[in-house]
């Protein structure tokens, strides 16, 4: 059992110890790569190749649903991963549509996933993907 927990109000020695801690809880670097896209959202680029690409294709060989799915609608510009202890849940962002389609691990079948969507990608979403996907910062207090 994995006792590894986020750290709350510690302070910088008890960052540092837990840190220290948690990097000898996480034996492979997939494991490593799973633990930094929990909870992000992540740009999606072939060249030069993005970690939400390389964690895409991880999904994808994880979940052959996942590669049929992209395979059918093409690269997603943004990929977003978050879960919980029973489910992990996935948000595939296709900018040039303005849609998004999400997809969760299927209780009881590990490698199967069930999609939903496409949901509509709001003004403010597209703008905020759109100006990170070319490099431009968002301005302070625009969402």
């Given at each position: 059992m994995n006792r590894c927990r986020k750290t709350g109000g510690w302070g910088l020695l008890g960052v540092l110890l837990v840190s220290g801690w948690f990097v000898s809880c996480v034996p492979t670097s997939a494991s490593r790569n799973a633990a930094a896209a929990k909870d992000q959202m992540m740009l999606v680029r072939e060249e030069p190749p993005s970690f939400g690409m390389q964690r895409l294709v991880t999904q994808a060989h994880a979940y052959?649903?996942?590669?049929?799915?992209?395979?059918?609608?093409?690269?997603?510009?943004?990929?977003?991963?978050?879960?919980?202890?029973?489910r992990n849940y996935l948000i595939l962002y296709y900018l040039?549509?303005?849609?998004?389609?999400?997809?969760?691990?299927?209780?009881?079948?590990?490698?199967?996933?069930?999609?939903?969507?496409?949901?509509?990608?709001?003004d403010g979403e597209f703008q905020l993907l759109d100006g990170f996907q070319r490099g431009v910062a968002p301005k302070a207090g625009k969402r």
């Open positions: 052959p649903d996942l590669a049929t799915f992209v395979s059918e609608k093409g690269l997603p510009d943004f990929l977003a991963e978050t879960g919980d202890p029973q040039k549509n303005r849609k998004a389609f999400a997809c969760r691990t299927n209780l009881g079948r590990e490698k199967n996933l069930e999609f939903a969507g496409p949901y509509p990608i709001s």
